[in-house]
């Protein structure tokens, strides 16, 4: 995932506040949310709730709501919650690139 995002990204968090830089969000998210150990999220996307727009000389704005389901250990997978997204893409070259990312709204599933 660390291709795809921008050196000088910034990840907004209305729970866990803000990560600057690509390194600081790589080791954010290979140590797991929040940094609770032996918590595995997988999130996955809320269908029909994508919406891409450009962005003229710059990439595009996607936005977005996406359903968190949490493993803890050796329990098994349950929904955990549901929350919104945007993210501000920029176009270099032919390669696409995080540059901005807002994760918020965050609730229980349901």
Known sequence: MGKLV???????????GLTQGREALVRSLMKGPCGTPGLHVRREVVANSVAVDPVPGHGAVMTGEHRFYAKQG???????GDARFAVVW????ACWE?????????RPAG
Do not use: I, N, Q
């Open 6 to 16: 921008a050196p000088d990204v910034e990840f907004y968090h209305d729970k866990t």
């Open 74 to 80: 050796e329990a098994p997978e349950r929904l955990d």
């Open 90 to 93: 920029h176009k270099t070259g």
């Open 98 to 106: 995080m540059r901005r990312v807002l994760s918020y709204a965050h």
